[in-house]
């Protein structure tokens, strides 16, 4: 069985930083692309950044030079991925989530959240002014 499990959300500070964690288990992650996605009341739910299972990361226009990805043990059966979250703004106020799709999708279909087939339950962040 699949898990996602996130950690890490928060309160903070307008300028502050938060590092959340995924640790993805139950299935071989060789090949998997995992993605951190977000969603806030009124809001659709939109991909952060995603790592393929290349290694390749891609961060939404919103967060680029503030997010960081990473993972580490990117092969096995057990994975982290990583979130790092500097100089946040209210604008980053979600809930965001982990997910990976089941199988290979394209680089197009990274943005859309119904590719995504696993989900975590979700860690909230919260960034006051």
């Known amino acids: 069985e699949v898990q996602l499990v996130e950690s890490g959300g928060g309160s903070v500070l307008a300028g502050g930083s938060l590092r959340l964690s995924c640790r993805a288990s139950?299935?071989?992650?060789?090949?998997?692309?995992i993605g951190w996605l977000r969603q806030s009341p009124g809001n659709e739910c939109e991909l952060v950044s995603i790592i393929s299972s290349e290694g390749n990361t891609v961060y939404t226009e919103a967060v680029k030079g503030r997010f960081t990805i990473s993972q580490d043990n990117a092969k096995g059966w057990v994975t982290t991925v990583y979130l790092q979250m500097n100089s946040l703004t209210p604008e980053d106020t979600a809930m965001y989530y982990c997910a990976s799709p089941s199988g290979p999708i394209w680089r197009d279909q990274w943005f859309l959240p119904r590719a995504y087939d696993y989900w975590g339950q979700g860690t909230q962040v919260t960034v006051s002014s």
């Open positions: 139950g299935a071989l992650f060789d090949d998997s692309d």
